[in-house]
């Protein structure tokens, strides 16, 4: 349902292309790594692999699930929440490594939070956390980097902005591109691993952002990030 409702709206705030590696792959019992820009990214990123024929499990924050009709939408299609900063965070990695196992294909954001910067401009994906690694080396899982561009575009900022962001999307029509690279296999340690997930999914952002037109700023010119 998500991923279908993604596909709707996400073309009506922007103009969405998709892109991929010859050798890109999405095969059942992967794991999608994407980086983690705006608030309306996961949307690009759902309707990007709708068009590509996936409809994966989503592991989000564990709010979405106190909003009274989508917790039921989210439920009903197996996604995951991550209970960031509690004993219940593992419990996100089982539940994802149950679906692998079922042959879904999940999505995961390295970065495990958004950026701390006000801007609409393109900057390098942040730290990654643990979790990506861990997941993928205790199942053995490919991961395919994603890389998405452009969705600050649509909305970024704070709530005004982002509220204004998205009411004048559809008449700015901002250049969106996801481009998706080549499966790679962790292994080593988790730092090792994490590093390893961090530098593909950089790649497949830097392909997506030059396609989208968009310049590419190292993270120090905005400041912190998350």
């Known amino acids: 349902m998500l991923s279908t409702v993604a596909r709707t709206v996400v073309p009506a705030l922007g103009r969405l292309r998709v892109t991929s590696d010859p ?37 989000a924050t564990a709010g979405l699930w106190r909003i009274p009709g989508l917790r039921q939408a989210l439920v009903r299609d197996g996604h995951v929440p991550v209970h960031r900063g509690t004993e219940r965070a593992a419990a996100s990695l089982e539940g994802a490594a ?3 196992a079922a042959g879904r294909v999940v999505l995961i ?22 979790g990506l690694a861990r997941l993928a080396l205790a199942t053995g899982a490919p991961v395919v980097p994603l890389g998405q561009a452009g969705s600050r575009r649509i909305s ?11 009411v004048t999307a ?36 830097r392909v997506a952002a030059d396609r989208a037109g968009h310049p590419v700023h190292s993270r120090t010119d905005f400041g912190a990030t998350a």
Not at 109 to 130: N, Q
Not at 176 to 198: C, F, I, N, Q
């Open 109 to 130: 954001y390295g970065e495990g939070g958004l950026p701390r910067r006000a801007d609409s401009g393109e900057a390098e994906p942040g730290p990654f956390r643990s």
């Open 170 to 205: 559809p008449l700015r029509r901002p250049d969106v591109h996801v481009h998706v690279g080549e499966p790679v296999r962790l292994s080593g340690d988790v730092v090792t691993a994490t590093a390893d997930a961090r530098r593909a999914v950089v790649a497949a952002w």
């Open 156 to 166: 970024s900022g704070s709530t005004a902005k982002q509220l204004a962001g998205f």
């Open 98 to 100: 149950a679906a692998l």
């Open 23 to 59: 050798g890109a792959d999405l095969a059942p019992g992967s794991i999608v790594a994407a980086n983690h820009t705006s608030l309306v990214d996961p949307g690009v990123v759902l309707a990007a692999l709708h068009r590509l024929g996936t409809r994966p499990v989503v592991l």
